[in-house]
């Protein structure tokens, strides 16, 4: 067995922490001064120009087929490229990048939709749930009714990432009841905020907060069906399968960089006349979190190279979320308390990742739903005791 990175991999990782070091990392101070002032975060305009630069080091569009421009690299190598991004806590990601279904779009959206979209010239978002339909997506009510050559939609999207900014939305509607979205009684749409749907931000206790989508009479042609009509739900959880990896390997850099401090601190803070990293105590909070960061970091990588295997990733990448969110939970906590006062401060990023990970258990499949989804490939036989090694 081989637990080695190849050549390629491993140039490709150091790059990427090439340039979070060079030009990502040194934001960071200036990150902490407008937490301090409550307006948190990176403007786009200077997330793009992050993102240009990158460009010019090779790093474009991570996940976005080569024919459109970008690296298409396999699902391992995008993994490692997420834990290098997590380990700055300025909110960067590589440009270039256009949600997975969006290649769904046929030539006409393509050119509407999709490649303004990758050159982040318009902006997405994706919207499947609904103020009654949560985890249980297949319970949404937004509806879609044909009206000649147009579709009126009605009803309420919410928690919607980017849904205040966006140019536009993949809505996720009902267009068929009696079916049930499950069974093909759901479409996805593109739907232009110019087709008058409105938003209205959510206060969260993250930055960048969500918004909710009203849909009053929305007018969308016939052509601005994404994929085939009936396909709604089908695209709406190949939309959340993708998070299922990304997510908690942007965790291992968070959980990676926090426990860094939390050593460098053991070793330099004193109390009763030597390093708080004598005591026990804290030993073990660092010797838990190592041991659960490369448990999440083995489970991650083994749910992408599933996915690179083309093999169904959906138990190990369950796994992977589960264990992931939960592990970044635990080490941001430890971390904190191991920096005492100091960790609740908004001197250090400490209070910032602990507010910010709490997310990762809730969104794009919560902690029970991934158990929901582990047990039951178990109880049903779907999957055999052992993984990949049974
Ligand atoms: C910041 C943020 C960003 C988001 N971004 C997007 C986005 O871009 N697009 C989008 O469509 N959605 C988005 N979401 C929505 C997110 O995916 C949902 O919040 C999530 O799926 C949970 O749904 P819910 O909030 O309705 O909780 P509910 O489904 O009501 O669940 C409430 C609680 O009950 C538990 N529960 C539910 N059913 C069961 C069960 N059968 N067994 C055991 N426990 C159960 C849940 O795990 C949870 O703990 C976002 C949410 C947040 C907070």
């Not at 053991?266 to 190592?290: C, H, K, L, V, Y």
């Not at 904190?336 to 602990?354: A, D, N, S, V």
Request: with cysteine; hydrophobic share 40%; charged share 25%.
């Amino acid at each position: 067995m081989d637990f080695a990175l190849s050549d390629e991999q491993r140039a490709i990782r150091d790059t990427a922490r090439d340039f979070i070091t060079r030009e990502v990392v040194p934001l960071e101070q200036e990150l902490l001064r407008r937490e301090r002032a409550h307006r948190p975060g990176l403007e786009r305009g200077e997330l793009r120009e992050l993102q240009l630069k990158a460009r010019k080091f090779g790093f474009w569009g991570l996940a976005t087929p080569e024919e459109y421009g970008g690296m298409d690299l396999p699902a391992v190598t995008q993994s490692l490229i997420w834990t290098e991004i997590g380990r700055s806590f300025v909110p960067f990601r590589f440009g270039g990048e256009a949600d997975n279904i969006l290649f769904y779009c046929n030539e006409e959206q393509k050119r509407e939709y999709l490649l303004p979209t990758i050159e982040g010239e318009r902006f997405s978002c994706f919207a499947i749930t609904e103020p009654g339909a949560g985890s249980d997506a297949a319970n949404i009510k937004l509806s879609a009714r044909r009206d000649g050559g147009d579709w009126v939609l009605n009803g309420e999207k919410t928690f919607i990432t980017g849904g205040n900014e966006a140019d536009f939305a993949i809505v996720i509607a009902v267009t068929d009841p009696e079916r049930g979205a499950r069974r093909g009684g759901a479409t996805a749409f593109l739907v232009d905020r110019e087709m008058s749907w409105r938003s209205e931000f959510i206060q969260t206790m993250g930055e960048g907060g969500p918004a909710s989508l009203v849909f009053d009479d929305v007018r969308v042609p016939d052509r601005n069906i994404l994929g085939e009509p009936g396909q709604g739900f089908t695209l709406g959880m190949e939309w959340i399968g993708k998070g299922r990896y990304t997510i908690p390997s942007h965790a291992v850099g968070i959980a990676e960089r926090a426990l860094g401090m939390a050593i460098a601190y053991a070793n330099t803070r004193e109390t009763f006349g030597r390093p708080i990293g004598e005591n026990q105590a804290i030993q073990w909070m660092i010797a838990d979190s190592e041991t659960e960061l490369e448990a999440a970091r083995l489970l991650i990588l083994r749910a992408a190279w599933t996915v690179d295997q083309g093999l169904d990733p959906r138990h190990a990448s369950s796994m992977a979320k589960l264990y992931g969110a939960g592990m970044v939970n635990r080490v941001v906590d430890r971390v904190m308390q191991i920096h005492g006062g100091m960790g609740y401060t908004r001197e250090l990023p400490i209070e910032r990742w602990y507010r910010q990970v709490r997310l990762y258990r809730i969104f794009e499949g919560t902690d029970e739903m991934q158990r929901l989804i582990i047990s039951r490939d178990l109880l049903r036989g779907y999957t055999k005791l052992g993984g990949q090694l049974a």
